[in-house]
């Protein structure tokens, strides 16, 4: 049989090298556009069985696990008895039922349990918590933390952050600092969320960037988290030579208001990186710094644009009311039209006696288009 | 007992507090959406009425809204359980009339004292008015 298709095979292979050069080539387009279809037909069948006997297993699961988490964790007759949490017990034979030994079921088992944490905090969130201990299922996340498969490890640290079971150091120290940008988000999410004492240690190894979403997922965990241990950020502005770390510490500096860390903030001033000064200016002028002005005054004009559009900035949230005559000058002189705006929106921001004469007076004397800068600024609808 | 009308798009928060409230006692109604809800409160009279904020078809603010301009309904203690959190949604839920709002992850044991102490309220409100009457 063998011999008759090779045979076949090899008289349709002789007939075709007879064939003219344009027809030999639109038969093979044809014979790999046919071949292309088929694979990926077979593909989306494949891709749809399976996603079909995951709904069946699903719906056949999904209704076990809701009722056991109901009975043994909603309906808890123990639950409101000022019982600690650690002394209620499951019913073991409900909890190590056969079905609860398989993987499928374990992660589903895993996910509903994260989903009813989500909802439920207090005893009902800690029970949840004793349940996925009892069953082990913390067990299976360690172990998909010692996969190769960076979405494994991400579900694994979720999986445990979610319901707050501590990571060793050595296990997720080194993932803050991977090289796969989501794993490194999430390890770092979960390091802050876990850990107690220390929540900011992997700033200190962090080569990796954090980007910028990343900074804000992060900041939304850090103001969030209770209980989080705030360190002084001064720390990382001075020795980190990770720049996304610097700018992030800045930022976290100016909103938990660290007023011992402007000495360090004011030390960027002098950094060769025109952006760390632009961030550390916006910092000290959150932090509302009266010691940086002559400083930030005296390095003016030596900065690009950028930063000199934070150091106006900076003058207008310190108001201090020395720098009103610099802004003034600024705002008459200057030729460029953001540093005008900026410098008018500083002086109005004073909104002190003598910040209201000047700007009187500057509507009278200036041309036009800077009368229009003030009107603009003195909108109230406008923010600063 | 008294009637609670649960209102939750997501199916497992919607079951738990069906069974929870259902232990202590309670007779609960379940809605899926706004849609529904509205059914349900034209087709049934609730004490209280325990809504989520997000839901497809109306949203929960326009649940409170629809109880506190309908004068038959106007007595319904509401409670708002949301994920929402920021102050906006808040005080609009309790400038349309919310009576208590919880943010989730919620603590089953405060819902139902909160709804205890509603009822409660509702109580004796009512005997009040009778004694006035």
């Known amino acids: 049989m063998w011999k008759d298709l090779a045979d076949l095979l090899f008289q349709a292979y002789e007939q075709f090298s007879l064939l003219p050069l344009f027809i030999e080539i639109a038969l093979a387009f044809i014979f790999i556009a046919i071949l292309s279809t088929l694979i990926a037909y077979s593909a989306i069948l494949i891709k749809r069985y399976r996603g079909y006997v995951y709904d069946k297993r699903y719906a056949y699961i999904s209704p076990k696990i809701e009722d056991l988490i109901t009975e043994q964790v909603l309906l808890n007759p123990n639950l409101g008895k000022d019982l600690p949490v650690d002394d209620i017990e499951f019913d073991q034979e409900a909890i190590n039922n056969r079905i609860y030994r398989k993987p499928f079921v374990r992660q589903m088992m895993i996910d509903t349990l994260i989903q009813y944490r989500k909802n439920f905090r207090g005893e009902v969130g800690e029970l949840l918590r004793k349940m996925y201990i009892d069953m082990g299922l913390e067990k299976d996340s360690f172990a998909k933390m010692k996969t190769f498969r960076w979405e494994r490890k991400i579900k694994a640290v979720v ?222 609808l406008i923010k600063y | 007992m008294a009637n609670i009308l649960v209102i939750e798009d997501d199916d497992i928060m919607l079951k738990a507090i069906r069974n929870i409230l259902g232990k202590d006692g309670y007779n609960v109604i379940t809605a899926k959406d706004g849609k529904e809800a509205f059914e349900k409160l034209e087709q049934g009279e609730y004490d209280v009425v325990v809504t989520d904020l997000m839901m497809p078809y109306a949203n929960g603010l326009e649940v409170v809204s629809r109880l506190r301009s309908d004068e038959t309904k106007r007595s319904v203690g509401i409670i708002v359980i949301s994920s929402v959190g920021n102050e906006e949604t808040i005080t609009e839920a309790f400038r349309l009339g919310a009576d208590d709002y919880l943010k989730k992850p919620i603590m089953a044991g405060e819902l139902l004292i909160r709804i205890r102490k509603l009822l409660a309220n509702k109580n004796s409100k009512s005997q009040l008015i009778t004694k006035k009457k």
Request: glycine share 2%; proline share 4%; net charge neutral.
């Open chain 1, 159 to 380: 999986e445990l952050t979610q319901m707050d079971i501590s990571i060793s150091d050595v296990t997720i120290l080194p993932l803050t600092n991977s090289g796969n940008a989501s794993l490194r988000a999430a390890a770092r999410n979960a390091y802050i969320q876990l850990s107690k004492n220390e929540p900011f240690k992997f700033f200190d190894i962090a080569t990796e960037p954090l980007l910028p979403w990343d900074q804000l997922e992060m900041f939304k965990i850090i103001t969030t988290t209770k209980d989080i241990a705030i360190p002084n950020f001064s720390r990382w502005v001075s020795y980190s030579t990770n720049k996304s770390i610097v700018s992030f510490c800045l930022k976290l500096i100016a909103h938990y208001d660290q007023q011992s860390a402007i000495p360090a903030v004011m030390d960027l001033l002098a950094n060769k990186d025109h952006y760390y000064r632009a961030d550390a200016i916006n910092c000290l002028g959150k932090l509302s710094a009266e010691v940086s002005e002559e400083k930030l005054v005296k390095i003016y004009n030596n900065q690009p644009l950028n930063c000199q559009i934070e150091i106006l900035k900076a003058l207008g949230r310190i108001a201090s009311g020395k720098q009103l005559e610099f802004l003034k000058s600024e705002f008459l002189y200057s030729s460029n039209f953001d540093l005008r705006m900026n410098a008018a929106r500083s002086i109005i921001k004073h909104n002190t006696q003598h910040s209201r004469v000047m700007v009187e007076e500057l509507m009278e004397m200036t041309h036009e288009e800077n009368q229009l800068i003030i009107k603009h600024c003195l909108n109230p």
